[in-house]
């Protein structure tokens, strides 16, 4: 090596070792700061004033991510001015020297920046800037800012400066990284100890009793309410056992053991406890708590006292009990009172039979006995609907369906209603059209469906009012309008909606004068329904009336049909032999008047009162009928049934119930007694006509 080199290198190493140890001092200082600050970029500012001259510069720039994406704010500057700061607090990256190593993520060094062409440069070329050098925060690959460093005195860094910026830069980035790392584990420990917090409120307030016991059944954690159960304080519990509190074997302590033994939760077990002012019940829950190794640590117990809720059950089950035998009572009290309000129909129906082959044949009586036959017919089939409860409330009514002149049937409760109206001093008008109008329906439920839209009608017009009852088509829908409007007291708006309800009542004052039970506008749209159709309600408001449209499917006209017929009536038959008919009942009306009607028709009847003399009658007659009431005297229908089946003279006689007790069970044993048929009161004469024919013809 050449003299002059070896001297050159000589005087070198001194200030070479200098610069390092200055470095080495820059690195320590900045370190000890950084490492017990908080905030790097708070202390940046302090920390560069003491190191510019050591760095050989005089500005820098500290940026951080910004909430947005690809944004820096700055955090920290020296040597500029606070309108610099301002002005340049926001960057994007890309933008400007700073914004370009965000967005390279790289290095940026410039020297003698006046004279580059450098376009993110421009800024601080305009400050005076000559040198430049920018640093990426990373840590783990990630960004977390910039630092850079600038001179406006100095060209150029030299090689040892940079090296000691980038250091400098690392220990910020580390630190930053680490500050982060202690700020999300200290939210993590606060979120923790919150959330403890929390679970230790909820398991000391939690409206259940709850405990956790270690493997030898000692109290480690108790809650209150648990501690209001037994009566003692939570200090009391925790280091005892259960069987300090509970010495005697129990459901609950043999199930607490069952479950550690077993590892097995059990959840919802009802436990009782008997105690002399009543019974407490508990329901109880215990599942097993392992750790990580599957070790058993102890049990978790859940205790919640159903004691309320038991006596509310046992309290529901007597109510519905009660309920029940209430329900039952009805039942058989509407029974009965089915089968009173269809004996005096019986006489009646019959009565009118018996006028129709005896009676006069003006026309008078005859419609005068048509319209009885009418409401006799429309009267039983009414208390069948209002007495099943069950069946109207259901919607389960049966119907009849045949082909039905619409016309007519309005024409004859028209008729029927029409001295109501007269009385009344209401006009009642009805336009109809001459040629007959078929529906497939009821004619008895169509009948009902028109008396009580009209009966509503009368209820609710006044005297001199209107009722008008008219009977439309529409060939286009294929459908019929049955239209009854009256000019009476109407209806507010909120009472259409409602008028269809049962038991609705547009009459809600004290005297109620209007009356009803509001099952008739209810039985309507039931009715209708069943018959595929619709009903409607209209009022223009209190005062001006209302109207009602019912909507049904036409249908074409029965095979056969000629024109109007007269109603069939009874007359007697020619008989070579007539019948032995046997009348077994104890209401004398209805006795003695269908004995009239039967002998009217050409059989041998007679009448016994009582079941004993109904069994003397049945053996000295042998008689080829025996018609028999089931509420007898001395003998009721179902035993006078079997005796006169066992007796040779009666046994194959054709045995009719004829009762007002109509319910499937009453069928049911009528035929198990012996009975052939069952007919409910009052009896159809044409349909007992049939049948009797029937039999004659087979004997």
């Known amino acids: 090596m050449p003299p002059h080199r070896k001297f050159a290198l000589a005087a070198e190493t001194p200030g070479r070792a200098r610069a390092e140890h200055t470095h080495l001092r820059i690195l320590a200082k900045a370190a000890s700061r950084l490492v017990l600050c908080d905030e790097p970029a708070e202390l940046l500012e302090s920390l560069f004033e003491e190191l510019a001259n050591d760095l050989g510069v005089e500005l820098y720039f500290n940026y951080m991510l910004g909430d947005a994406p690809d944004t820096l704010l700055l955090e920290s500057a020296g040597g500029i001015s606070s309108e610099d700061k301002l002005r340049y607090r926001k960057i994007v990256f890309g933008q400007y020297m700073c914004g370009t190593v965000a967005a390279t993520r790289k290095p940026l060094i410039a020297f003698d920046l006046q004279r580059s062409n450098l376009c993110s440069g421009t800024e601080l070329k305009k400050s005076g800037v000559q040198s430049y050098a920018g640093y990426p925060l990373m840590s783990h690959g990630r960004l977390l800012g910039t630092l850079a460093f600038a001179s406006t005195k100095r060209p150029r860094l030299r090689a040892d400066e940079l090296q000691l910026m980038q250091l400098l830069s690392d220990q910020v980035a580390a630190v930053l990284e680490r500050n982060r790392l202690v700020r999300s584990l200290r939210r993590s420990e606060e979120a923790t100890q919150r959330h403890l917090a929390l679970l230790q409120n909820v398991y000391s307030t939690a409206p259940v009793g709850l405990c956790f016991l270690d493997r030898d059944l000692r109290y480690v954690h108790v809650n209150e309410t648990l501690a209001r159960i037994t009566g003692r304080p939570v200090s009391e519990h925790l280091g005892r056992t259960l069987g300090d509190f509970i010495p005697d074997a129990t459901p609950f302590k043999e199930l607490c053991q069952r479950v550690l033994e077993s590892g097995q939760a059990v959840t919802n077990c009802e436990l009782r406890h008997a105690r002399p002012e009543g019974d407490r019940h508990w329901l109880v829950s215990v599942h097993p708590v392992r750790d990580e190794a599957s070790t058993m640590l102890g049990i978790n117990v859940v205790v919640q006292e159903v004691t309320d809720r038991k006596r509310a059950e046992q309290a529901l089950r007597e109510s519905e009990q009660a309920l029940r035998e ?232 029965p095979p056969g049909f000629m024109g109007q017929s007269v109603p069939a009536r009874l007359v007697a038959p020619p008989r070579e032999e007539a019948l032995r008919v046997l009348v077994v009942e104890d209401n004398r009306d209805t006795a003695d008047i269908l004995k009239e009607l039967l002998v009217l028709l050409g059989y041998r009847a007679e009448v016994a009162y009582t079941g004993p003399s109904g069994l003397d009658a049945g053996r000295r007659l042998a008689p080829d009928v025996v018609l028999c009431d089931l509420g007898l005297p001395g003998m009721d229908g179902y035993a006078l049934a079997r005796a006169l089946r066992a007796d040779p003279a009666t046994a194959r006689a054709y045995l009719i119930a004829q009762t007002g007790y109509g319910h499937a069970e009453d069928r049911r044993r009528a035929r198990e007694a012996g009975f052939d048929l069952h007919m409910t009161k009052p009896i159809d004469p044409t349909e007992l006509e049939r049948v009797l024919s029937a039999v004659a013809t087979r004997a």
């Open 326 to 557: 209430a329900d039952r009572r009805k039942d058989e009290f509407l029974v009965m009172l089915a089968h009173e309000l269809r004996n005096p129909l019986a006489p009646i129906r019959t009565a009118i039979q018996v006028l129709d082959i005896t009676g006069s044949e003006a026309p008078h009586a005859v419609r005068t006995r048509e319209m009885i036959q009418r409401q006799v017919a429309h009267m039983a089939r009414m208390i069948d609907d209002l007495l099943d409860v069950s069946r109207v409330a259901h919607g389960k009514i049966e119907l009849r369906k045949e082909p039905c002149n619409l016309a007519r049937i309005v024409r004859q409760v028209a008729d029927d209603y029409g001295p109501a109206f007269h009385g009344n001093g209401i006009e009642l008008l009805v336009s109809l059209p001459d040629e007959p109008i078929w529906a497939l329906g009821d004619p008895t439920r169509l009948a009902q469906v028109i008396g009580n839209l009209l009966h509503n009608a009368l209820k609710f017009t006044d005297a001199g009012g209107q009722v008008l009852a008219c009977l439309v088509t529409d060939p286009a829908t294929n459908s019929a309008t049955i239209v009854v409007q009256d000019s009476g007291i109407g209806m507010e708006p909120s009472m259409i909606p409602r008028v269809f309800e049962t038991f609705s009542q547009a009459d809600s004052s004290l005297d109620r004068k209007r009356g009803g039970l509001g099952l008739g506008l209810s039985l309507v749209r039931s009715l209708i329904t069943l018959h595929g159709g619709s009903v409607e309600a209209h009022s223009e408001g209190p005062g001006r009336g209302s109207t009602f449209h019912v909507h049904l499917p036409l249908s074409s006209a």
